[in-house]
């Protein structure tokens, strides 16, 4: 029952090995795609994790800077926000932009103020689903306007946003007049450690033969 069940379990972690190897290869292919228009809403009940994560998406609007979010953030650049600026588009619907990443010195917006830009602009990214609740052990409070995952419903909701895409946008590294906020800075990484596992449970198969044999062998050995 031992060795079936390792070995069961072995097979299991070969099949997400396969399917964790094509995810990261249908992500990179996304990523590196030509960028296409950000879904609009007759396509938003069918948008997902799985289809749309990391697509490559532009969208051109005029940045409602008023209602900006800033979200607590850890980068190559060290600890500071995302700031989460509220989009509308040109299509008539409005979508958060993750326009990247500020210092803390750099947290009021008045400290980059020529990177609040007017008019009519062009943002290419990458689309993102939404990360609801909160970070690890923080929870967002909207009402204290502390921000530590992208939630888009709660901060839509709170910055009272109508006809909201039900995901952000993370903006790529083209720069930003004044250099903040600074894009480009999405971390595209999977763990993929189902090889090891499934060496792991091919390994306590193999033991539980021998630790079999061997005790098969003890048994004969005590009634010689």
């Known amino acids: 029952m031992l060795f079936a069940t390792f070995v069961a379990l072995g097979v299991w972690q070969v099949q997400r090995l396969a399917w964790k190897t094509d995810l990261i290869a249908q992500i990179d292919a996304r990523v590196h795609a030509e960028a296409v228009p950000a879904p609009g809403p007759e ?10 994560q990391y697509r490559r998406v532009v969208v051109r609007g005029v940045f409602l800077h008023d ?14 926000f995302w700031v989460m600026t509220p989009m509308r588009t040109e299509r008539g619907f409005t979508v958060l932009v993750n326009r990247g990443f500020v210092p803390p010195e ?3 917006s008045a400290t980059r103020a020529a990177g609040q830009v007017s008019g009519p602009q062009t943002v290419v990214g990458l689309l993102r689903i939404t990360e609801p609740g909160g970070g690890f052990l923080r929870r967002n409070d909207p009402d204290a306007d502390r921000w530590f995952s992208r939630d888009v419903s709660a901060i839509t909701e709170a910055r009272g946003l109508s006809d909201a895409a039900p995901y952000f946008i993370d903006a790529d590294v083209t720069a930003n007049p004044g250099g903040w906020p600074r894009g480009g800075l999405t971390v595209i990484r999977f763990a993929n450690s189902h090889l090891v596992y499934a060496l792991t449970w091919f390994g306590m198969a ?7 044999g061997v005790f098969v062998r003890e048994r004969r050995r005590r009634r010689a």
């Not at 396509?43 to 749309?52: G, H, I, L, N």
């Not at 193999?206 to 079999?212: D, E, K, N, P, S």
Request: proline share 3%.
């Open 43 to 52: 396509a938003w009940p069918t948008v997902s994790r799985e289809r749309d």
């Open 206 to 212: 193999a033991l539980t033969l021998v630790g079999f």
């Open 106 to 108: 750099r947290r009021d």
């Open 67 to 80: 209602r900006e979010t800033r979200v607590q953030a850890v980068t190559d650049l060290g600890g500071g």
